[in-house]
Each structure stands twice: as C-alpha cells, then as structure tokens.
C-alpha cells in the first residue's frame, strides 16, 4: 500500500513538472527590444538597393540641364601658331636684258578666334527634349517611390520572419524539454512496471523527431537572420512584437482598388512614360521643320604675310536649313515613335490591372489571416484543454503515453500555426499598404529624415558650369 502511493505520488511531481515546462508556451513571444519602425527606419537608411536608385535619380535629373543647353549659346575660342618661310626669285625684263631680283621671308603667323553659335529656331525640339526630360525625372521619381514601398515591404517581412522564426524555435526547444521530462517520467513507470517497453519507445522517438525540429527550426532562424541583415543593412538584436498597419489602408476593398489604381507609384511611373513617348514623337517631328541659327566668328591674326602684320576679321552669319529629304530616316523614326507610344498607353492598362489584382490578391490575404488567427487561437485553448484531461486520464490509467505525446504534438502545432498567423497578418497588412500606394516613410510617419529629390534637382537643373556634384563630389 504504501509502495502503490509512493508511485502514485512520483507520477504527480512528473506531471507537475511537465506543467511548469510546458506553461511557457502559452505566450510564445520575444524579449522586446527593436521594434518594427525601427527597422523600417534602419532600412530607408541603408538598403543599398534604395541608396542606388536615389543615385539613379540624381543622374536623371542631369538630363534636364542638359536638354536646356539647346537654348544657351556655344562658344569656342581657336588658337593657332606656325612658322612660314618664304624664299622668292623674279625676273623683270628690261632693253639692257633681264633682271633678276630675289626676296626672303621668316615669318611666325598666330591668330586668336573666336566663335559663337546660337540656335533660334530648331522646330521646337529644344522644348520638347526639356519637358520630356521633367518627365523623365517625374517619373524617376516615381520609380524612386516604388523601389522606397518595395524596400519597406522587405524589411516588414524580413522583420517578421525572423520575429516567426525566433518564436517558433523557442517553442520547438521548450517542446524539447517538455519531451524529455515525458520521457524520463515514462522511464520511471517503467521501472516500476506501470508500463511497458513500447511506451518508452514511443516517447523516445517523440524526443528525436523534436530535436530533428529544433534543428529545422535553427536552420530556418539562421536564414531569416541573414536576410534581415541583407533587407534593413543592420545586424539583428532581440526584437519586439509587431503592429498591423490597418488604420492606414482603406476601409473596403472597392476604395483600395480605386486608391491603387490611381496612388500606387507604378502607376504614376508609368503615366509619365506616356508623356515620356509623346514628346519623343514631337521631337521626331520637329526634325522635318526648318532649322535657324546664328553665328558671331571674330579672328585676330599676326604676321599674315610680309606686307600685312597684323588683320582683324569678324563677321555675323544668319543661316536657315530647311530639310527636304535625309533618306526616310525622320519619318521612320517618327512611325517608330508612335508605336512606342502606343506601347506605352498598353502597358499603362496592364500595370494598373496588375495593381488591382495585387490589392485584391493582399485584401483577401488579409482577411484569411485575421480568420485564421481567431481559428488557430481557439485551437490553442482547446489543445491546451485536451492536453491537461489527457495528462489527468492518463495519471489514473484511462490513458496510454501515446496519447499524451500526440496530445503534447497538438498543442505544439496549435502553437506554432497561431504564431504564423499574426505573422502572416502583420505582413498581409504591409501587403495591401504597399499595393495601394501608401507605404513610405512619410505615409508611416517613421521619425527620421525624408530623402528629397527636389534637393538635388533644384542644384543643378538651371547650372550652366560646374564639375562638382552638389554634395561636394
């Protein structure tokens, strides 16, 4: 009697000592520290793939100034130098015979010139390559925005892998624990012959497919490790968990459909490479029409010849060039130019067909991972319930350890689809505020320093000189 207490208070104290162990799964979170906009901050700094699309940009903008210069005059100077020997022998004849007479000249010819040209009138090309190169620029920006939402995407989702993967490989090591107590409690039964050699079998082979998952589990944390330091530039500390951006996205799915079509900065970009090929048609065009310019040549020059030492010439030349046939060339750029324009306008509608299936596609990944939150959740709770009633069942033999280990298993699994769900729900939120053109530093109200384009462009877009960029390279 008392050796049948002795074992049954044993079977208690393992039971309790399961409990404790497995207590911690049920808020399988990490130690806060970086949070989320920290890391979306940490990433608008020092992704290099946004750092070199600000550099793509300010390269863009060169093009404006450039296309300007066909208002500004150009001006060359000339400068020339040689040496000029000329040796002479004529003969004059006279009634007393002929005469010969010889003369000799060294001279150093030099001159200085000058030349200024100036186009008045080129069929309004000058203009054109000016507005197509803003537009350039527009939608360069554009594309800037792009690249800036995507950016802050993959940092979100970089973020919460590695926050997912933390989270499930604690649960995957405390199972570990929780299965090696089983299975040490198992061993003591058996010992005193409460159960047999197969019960000790199942719970060892429970605690090696549990180590093989905590070494997938490590597996997959080192890959979310180094994909966090590629997407946000930084090495990862312990983080804290995440907030969905719900309250900046709109509130029904026809409103984000509309708000994607119209925000989202693909498709600005690619509204701007209309404008982009509809000028490049205008200045095809303007080849067939009349250029006028003019010129200012002055030339100073010395030592021209022995009798003149020194001549100045200047003269202002006005010249009109009227194309009447270059070989068909104009007129197949400009058919070709139209064609590409037309390709423009097509892909203006595929892009915003692509954004409102993207919106689409993210909305009702939204709403699936809030379901599927409030399922996983209530799976929890009843997994959690099953588990304690086997574990009891069990202690008074209505149960075999089977059931417990399959019950524990539940539990885990229970756990680890509840963690990948508010996952997926942070990320599907980002998702969808990426889709309808929201995501972006000033849109998050992220506390940091918002990179300006107007900044640089404003440098240099009226520049006539200079070799140094604006920030002193």
């Not at 404006?64 to 040796?87: E, I």
């Not at 350039?136 to 993959?154: H, I, N, W």
């Not at 990320?427 to 900044?455: E, F, I, N």
Request: proline content about 4%; charged content about 20%; some cysteine.
């Amino acid at each position: 009697m008392v050796r049948g207490e002795a074992r049954a208070a044993a079977r208690r104290s393992a039971c309790l000592r399961i409990v404790a162990l497995a207590a911690p799964f049920a808020l399988p979170c990490v130690v806060r520290a970086d949070t989320l906009p920290w890391a979306l901050v940490q990433a608008y700094q020092n992704n290099p793939v946004l750092n070199a699309q600000r550099a793509s940009l300010r390269a863009q903008d060169e093009a404006v100034p450039q296309a300007l210069s066909g208002y500004r005059p150009r001006v060359s100077v000339t400068a020339s130098v040689g040496n000029q020997y000329t040796q002479t022998l004529s003969k004059t004849a006279t009634a007393g015979g002929p005469v010969y007479t010889g003369s000799r000249a060294d001279l150093t010819p030099h001159s200085v010139g000058l030349t200024a040209t100036q186009t008045l009138f080129n069929g309004f090309q000058t203009a054109n390559r000016t507005r197509q190169a803003e537009a350039q620029v527009s939608s360069g920006r554009a594309t800037l925005a792009f690249t800036e939402s995507t950016v802050l995407l993959q940092a979100a989702t970089a973020y919460m892998n590695l926050l997912r993967d933390a989270a499930i490989l604690d649960l995957q090591r405390r199972n570990v624990e929780v299965l090696q107590e089983q299975l040490r409690q198992t061993r003591d039964r058996f010992k005193v012959g409460e159960v047999t050699r197969t019960d000790v079998a199942q719970a060892e082979s429970r605690l090696a497919a549990g180590r093989a998952q905590v070494l997938t589990a490590e597996s997959n944390y080192i890959s979310s490790k180094a994909a966090y330091r590629q997407q946000i530039g930084v090495e990862p500390g312990r983080l804290a968990a995440a907030s969905p951006v719900d309250r900046y996205t709109p509130r029904t799915l026809a409103a984000a459909i509309e708000a994607g079509r119209e925000f989202n900065p693909a498709v600005a970009a690619a509204m701007f490479g209309i404008d982009v090929a509809l000028l490049q048609v205008k200045i095809n065009e303007g080849a067939l029409l009349p250029t006028v310019t003019a010129q200012v040549n002055v030339q100073q020059s010395w030592e021209v010849s022995p009798i003149i030492m020194k001549q100045l010439d200047a003269s202002i030349v006005g010249q009109v060039t009227v194309p009447i046939y270059q070989g068909g060339q104009e007129y197949s750029l400009i058919r070709q130019s139209k064609e590409t324009l037309g390709q423009q306008r097509i892909s203006l509608d595929t892009t915003r067909d692509q954004v409102q299936a993207n919106v689409t596609q993210a909305w009702g990944q939204l709403d699936a991972a809030k379901a599927q939150i409030q399922a996983t959740q209530a799976q929890v709770n009843s997994a959690e319930i099953a588990l304690n009633g086997v574990r009891e069942e069990a202690r008074v033999g209505q149960r075999t350890t089977l059931d417990v280990l399959n019950a524990q298993q539940e539990l885990v699994n229970a756990r680890v689809a509840l963690v990948t769900a508010q996952h997926d729900r942070v990320v599907a939120s980002y998702t969808l505020l990426s889709a309808v053109g929201g995501l972006s530093v000033g849109g998050l109200g992220l506390k940091t320093t918002v990179y300006d384009p107007m900044t640089h462009y404003q440098q240099v877009r009226d520049a006539w000189v200079g070799l140094r960029n604006p920030d002193g390279r």
